[in-house]
T-cell receptor, first 112, second 114 residues
Framework: GEDVEQSLFLSVREGDSSVINCTYT??????LYWYKQEPGAGLQLLTY?????DMKQDQRLTVLLNKKDKHLSLRIADTQTGDSAIYFC????????????FGRGTSLIVHP | DGGITQSPKYLFRKEGQNVTLSCEQN?????MYWYRQDPGQGLRLIYY???????QKGDIAEGYSVSREKKESFPLTVTSAQKNPTAFYLC?????????????FGPGTRLTVL
């Protein structure tokens, strides 16, 4: 089955690092994504990682993948107030025509 | 500028009425998708289309209908059969269906049933 789990809220202080966690259940997942949604807007792809990778870094963003535990995390370094948004984890796999299955989203609140 | 547009941004409907949400893209993408988003919920797939004149039901297609007569357009009709239509509706497109291709999202339409 397909199920993506995320915690609903995360609060951090500006300048600290944020770590948003996600677990998925289908070991055949091929692509794992992180999307960002600002209030009242659509989703924007931040980054994605192939299942044969352990880590991907892109400027302030670091994605870590633990395939054994089916755990994905997104680390945002030097978190800014502009990073406040909802972050969605998603997975896709061949059996689902590669259409992503989304988690419920984690609301990141950044305090000054 | 290339992108996806959705209209209207806000839509109000009386119970028993059908309404149609517009989604247009000028990215020359083959695949288009409709999602529904409720507070505290992830995105749930309503319908998707991988090619013109063809579309498939997603996880929550009941009470909705779509058409794909043109590559650029994928309108969604919320029918009176949809019992709880108040939600935020997101349209997306991708170059080809799946294979890790990035989905580009429109700004969304918020539908409220009065």
């Amino acid at each position: 089955g397909e199920d993506v789990e995320q915690s609903l809220f995360l609060s951090v202080r500006e300048g600290d690092s944020s770590v948003i966690n996600c677990t998925y259940t289908d070991s055949s997942s091929t692509y794992l994504y992180w999307y960002k949604q600002e209030p009242g807007a659509g989703l924007q792809l931040l980054t994605y990682i192939f299942s044969n990778m352990d880590m991907k870094q892109d400027q302030r963003l670091t994605v870590l993948l633990n395939k054994k535990d089916k755990h994905l995390s997104l680390r945002i370094a030097d978190t800014q107030t502009g990073d406040s948004a909802i972050y969605f984890c998603a997975e896709s796999m061949p059996g689902g025509s590669y259409i992503p299955t989304f988690g419920r989203g984690t609301s990141l609140i950044v305090h000054p | 500028d290339g992108g996806i547009t959705q209209s209207p941004k806000y839509l109000f409907r009386k119970e028993g009425q059908n309404v149609t949400l517009s989604c247009e893209q000028n990215l020359n993408h083959d695949a288009m998708y409709w999602y529904r988003q409720d507070p505290g919920q992830g995105l749930r797939l309503i319908y998707y289309s991988q090619i013109v004149n063809d579309f498939q039901k997603g996880d929550i297609a009941e009470g909705y209908s779509v058409s794909r007569e043109k590559k650029e357009s994928f309108p969604l009709t919320v029918t009176s059969a949809q019992k709880n239509p108040t939600a935020f509706y997101l349209c997306a497109s991708s170059i080809q269906p799946g294979r890790g291709n990035e989905q580009f999202f429109g700004p969304g339409t918020r539908l409220t049933v009065l």
